[in-house]
């Protein structure tokens, strides 16, 4: 009789404790791969069982919790995508108004040069003007005489 009882206590502990504790270290070992979808069923109202509900709402916590993580990345990426993108067109009109810059001070230094040169034109225009009325007065008083 003592080993019968033996062994129906064996059995019980073997049926009701061990095995499935062995089940649910393989939850958490499948859990630890990534799977968050695996299915867990409670084998009944015990402290095991309790375990194991306890273990599911671990795992829709945590499946949860990876899904806002892998969304917030999506968000951050697609922004500093936006910001970059944004970036290389500031960069880009920059380019092209320091290109506009460069293409007006090169016209003002043309028109400079040009201001300065028709500055010494004209005066070159009056000397050579003022020198032809003195001859011409010079000469209409040779005329006179």
Do not use: C
Not at 39 to 62: C, D, T, V, W
Not at 78 to 94: C, F, K, M, P, V
Not at 127 to 143: D, G, I, K, N
């Amino acid at each position: 009789m003592t080993l019968l009882t033996v062994a129906v206590v064996v059995w019980g502990v073997s049926a009701n404790v061990l095995r499935p504790l062995d089940r649910l270290v393989g939850y958490f070992e499948r859990m630890a791969q990534g799977d968050l979808n695996q299915q867990i069923r409670s084998p009944g109202n015990n402290e095991i069982g309790k375990l194991y509900s306890a273990m599911a709402h671990m795992q829709g916590s945590l499946s949860e919790t990876v899904g806002v993580v892998r969304r917030s990345g999506t968000t951050i990426f697609e922004r500093s995508q936006h910001i970059a993108s944004g970036n290389n067109d500031l960069s880009s009109r920059t380019e092209q108004q320091a290109s506009s810059l460069e293409e007006t001070a090169s016209s003002m230094e043309q028109m400079s040069y040009t201001v300065t040169h028709n500055n010494q034109t004209a005066s070159s225009a009056s000397e050579l003007t003022m020198t032809a009325s003195q001859r011409a007065s010079h000469a209409r008083e040779e005329v006179l005489q």
